[in-house]
């Protein structure tokens, strides 16, 4: 093998053109591969992010008022609807909330550990909700309480209610105290009321999935208040196991026979926990299926590439075959002499395309917050392309292993 | 001789199906591929008011101060408190001016067995219709005298009108919404601006259209909350909607019609002399700091182009100029193979220049074929947009008259800039070497 590599090297010196194109190629495929890949897992890592909730057995629906109540009267309807739905049979619980983990946007806030702090140490998504919170979303407690009935108080449109009390996820509880004694502890919602952690749950999605929330993933907190929102408020409900269409069927009509002055849209008013996922990480589904395909088609025409030339030059050199063959050269000695051709052009395609590759990433950090390329993704894609460029090679090198000596002595 | 040199190329092309089929391919996929992304990068980007987009500006006010700008490379916030929009609204300073924030506006039907439904509205002063070419079919916005009485006067939209009276003139007519009767001043021609360029900072820039406008001060009196985005640096001082309009929290879009050059940089000045007036009475506590942008600089400032959209432009274009180094390498192989033939018409006395005629020709064939194929993909591809982007953005990416033709252009455009260099090689071949090596 290694006693070919210098006469194959002049040969290429006489092909410098076509050996320089496969290269380029090869390097250039490289380069998109390698951070198409690499985009493909970041996305499906969005995807399987847990949300540390009952999905399976959850509905929201989105509640519009039709006339403007007062805070009081709005507040009645809610608990109203509440005892309506909670004697649902198909309803293992539920509770009125501002928003909805995964929603895609919501409210959230910065958070510090003393009330003239200027530099929040988190920001937190923040959820309302009574004392069935927790046992409606299937949110694990793991230190403290829940809270108590009495704690809770209705809140309306821009008003300031400052619960004295929360419940805050251990990742926000790690985030403000990393010596793990967040329980009893105060903190303050950027103004001077505090409000003292009361309970520590395991797993809750934030509202918002985009870049910014994700240096704060999984800081959520909770307020004992009910929304009584004079705009609108969400409905979350947890279907008995099984019973997830029964309830969609009936929630939204016992609403409507409780009070028909509210506005459920036909068209994703009502959403179960597959069409919120679909919803927030369409773009990431979308963008992990593009790329793949751009992945596919193109390695699919790089390795055409590489058939189309490797034909071309063996066809060129049918009458050098058949003299080397005649010479005594095996059909295993012609074969591996194309297999060597071509690694060596696609070991300088890869080196050219691994620097591609990393260039290609670091503009894109730069441009579009993307992470840096994992080393991983960069030999994954050569392997590929080595690879690719062996089997792609392989139809051709046999058909020239069958060249007949014969061939030798024929004139063109 | 064109239409010889395209037989010849036909001909020689018939001669490498394979060959031939695998260039078509390459440039197919790869025009396609770059065709499909531009195409939802051209809706995503588009100017949404070409004939005015240079003269609506936004402008920005830093009432939060540094602490928060360190955190946005020293951008003011990008809405307005009600405090400033309330006091650039008082100073009139630009020829038109609205501030303006989307709001949860119920229709209540007169037929009681009907539900009540919500439609996507906003509220504004009767500036806006006028500085934003709103199309009237019956009407047209209310009177600054009415903006000012804070009266109970609605501008509906064409499909509103069509739902509710049946297309029929309904100016001057009421409406109930949330529970109170309005008057309809105005109906709208279909208008629907693709992005939403004046509220791009509220939910998704590619909504569905707007259905109701109302004026901005009787939404304030009857405390009508945002629909939008609320923002605060600090929790309000004051309690309820008196307290909450004089925090500093933002929340509504401000939109000025500066028409020249000049009244912009004069507007700009405005707003540094507003900021600097407020810094002496006290309420901010840091130089003035604020910014005016036009219509495609603040969509751009937004990044209302989703990254989605450029990064897979970006690949598409990559993937292209494989294609194409694919196509220089075929190209190459097929008419290198032709060195005799080349020969043998050199000798015959064609010059260079027909010989590159020819292979131009045949190269020009072979990208008239990767159209073809690629429009066909193209097709394909925007049908399948709706798979990879939001479908809010997806259905605005269409297979027009404009793209076909760019389609076609850039297939034949890239495949003829690639046969240059084999084109060139071909004209290089000596043709005594070739006829006496045979």
Redesign the interface.
């Known amino acids: 093998m290694m006693l070919q590599i210098k006469p194959i090297l002049s040969a290429l010196r006489r092909h410098k053109a076509g050996a320089l194109l496969i290269g380029l190629q090869i390097a250039l495929t490289l380069a998109i591969v390698c951070n198409a890949l690499f985009i493909i897992q970041q996305r499906v890592a969005h995807l399987s992010a847990p949300s540390g909730i009952d999905e399976a057995n959850l509905l929201v629906i989105q509640n519009d008022w039709a006339n403007k109540w007062t805070t009081q009267e709005t507040d009645v309807q809610v608990r109203t609807d509440l005892v309506a739905l909670r004697q649902l049979p198909g309803v293992h619980d539920a509770v009125a909330s501002n928003a909805y983990p995964m929603r895609g946007s919501g409210w959230d806030q910065f958070i510090t550990l003393t009330p003239d702090q200027t530099t929040p140490t988190g920001d937190a998504s923040v959820y309302l909700g009574d004392e069935h919170f927790l046992d409606t979303l299937g949110v694990r407690l793991v230190a403290g309480r829940n809270f108590r009935p009495d704690e809770v108080h209705p809140i309306g449109n821009r008003e300031n209610v400052m619960s004295p009390v929360t419940i805050v996820t251990k990742t926000l509880a790690d985030k403000l105290f990393p010596d793990g004694e967040a329980l009893g502890k105060s903190i303050y919602a950027m103004t001077s009321t505090p409000t003292v952690i009361v309970g520590i749950v395991d797993v809750l999605q934030t509202q918002s999935l985009a870049n910014w929330q994700m240096k704060h993933a999984y800081e959520s907190l909770i307020w004992p208040l009910r929304a009584a929102s004079g705009t609108g408020i969400y409905y979350i409900l947890r279907a008995k196991p099984g019973q997830l269409a029964a309830v969609r069927k009936e929630a939204v009509k016992t609403l409507y026979a409780q009070n028909r002055m509210r506005i459920i849209n036909n068209d994703g008013g009502v959403l179960d926990y597959t069409q919120i996922r679909q919803r927030a990480y369409d773009s990431d589904y979308g963008m992990a299926i593009l790329m793949g395909i751009v992945c596919a088609v193109l390695l699919a025409i790089t390795a055409a590439g590489i058939v189309g030339l490797t034909s071309f030059w063996v066809s060129q050199r049918r009458k050098q075959i058949g003299v080397r063959r005649a010479l005594g050269a095996t059909r295993g000695d012609i074969l591996g002499y194309f297999m060597t051709e071509n690694l060596l052009i696609s070991l300088g395609g890869v080196l050219l395309g691994v620097v591609l590759a990393i260039a290609m990433n670091l503009w894109l950090v730069t441009r579009f917050e993307m992470h840096r390329l994992s080393m991983f993704y960069v030999l994954a894609g050569v392997l590929l392309l080595l690879l690719l460029g062996q089997g792609a090679v392989l139809a051709p090198a046999i058909r020239a292993s069958k060249v007949s000596p014969v061939e030798a002595t024929r004139s063109v | 001789m064109f239409a010889y040199y395209f037989q010849l190329g036909l001909r020689s092309l018939r001669k490498n199906p ?2 031939t089929a ?1 260039m078509v ?2 440039i197919g ?2 025009v396609a ?1 770059s065709m499909t992304t531009y195409s939802v990068f051209r809706a995503t980007s588009n100017n949404p008011i070409p004939q005015k987009s240079s003269q609506l500006f936004v402008p920005q006010i830093d009432n939060w101060g540094p ?1 928060d700008a360190a955190t946005t490379m020293g951008e003011p916030p990008p809405a307005m408190s009600y405090t400033d929009a309330i006091g650039l609204m008082r100073d009139h300073k630009a020829k038109r001016q609205t501030i303006l924030y989307p709001v ?1 506006v ?1 229709l ?1 039907p007169a037929d009681a067995n009907l ?4 439609e996507r509205s906003y509220a504004v002063y009767g500036d806006a219709f006028p500085m934003f070419d709103v199309p009237f079919l019956y009407g047209g916005g209310w009177t600054t005298a009415e903006d000012d009485a804070h009266a109970a006067v609605v501008v509906i939209s064409k499909a509103f009108n069509d739902k509710l009276f049946h297309g029929a003139n309904s100016v001057g007519r009421e409406v109930n919404l ?2 109170r009767n309005y008057r309809i001043t105005g109906v709208m021609d279909d208008w629907n601006p693709q992005p939403l360029f004046f509220d791009v900072v509220n ?1 998704s820039a590619f909504p569905d259209p707007v259905q109701l406008f109302i004026p901005f001060t009787r939404a304030i009196e ?4 945002t ?1 939008g ?2 923002n ?5 001082a004051n ?3 008196e ?2 309009l004089q925090s500093e929290c933002v929340w509504l879009g401000y939109w000025a019609e500066l028409p020249t050059e000049t009244d912009a940089k004069a507007y700009l000045q405005y707003l540094h002399a507003y900021s600097a007036e407020q810094q002496r009475a006290g309420r901010f506590h840091w130089a003035p700091n604020e910014r005016l942008r036009n219509v495609m600089d603040w969509l751009d400032n937004r990044k209302v182009v ?3 959209s ?3 432009l970006l ?2 274009m ?2 292209l ?3 194409l ?2 196509t ?3 190209l ?3 008419f ?2 032709r060195a005799s033939e080349i020969g043998v018409r050199r000798a015959l006395g064609a010059s260079r220049k027909d010989i590159y005629a020819q292979f131009l020709i045949e190269a020009a064939a072979v990208g008239l074929a990767g159209g073809l194929l690629g429009l066909l993909l193209t097709g394909v591809g925007v049908f399948g947009v709706s ?5 809010r953005i997806a259905r605005l990416a269409t297979l027009d008259v404009s793209l076909v033709l760019l389609t076609f252009a850039v297939a034949i455009l890239a495949t003829v800039l690639a046969a240059f ?1 084999p084109t060139w ?1 071909a004209a290089q071949v000596q043709p005594a070497w070739q006829l006496k090596s ?1």
């Open positions: 394979v060959l695998l391919m390459a996929f790869g591929a602490e949860g119920s209540i539900l009540p439904i919500s949330d529970g939910s009857l405390k009508v909350a629909n985005n609320n605060c640096n600090k929790s309000p309690d309820g909607w307290g909450y989703p990254p989605e450029k990064i897979s690949v598409a990559g993937f100029v494989i294609c180094v694919n220089v390498g075929l190459l192989a097929k290198m193979r798979l990879v982007f939001d479908p260099y090689r045979n």
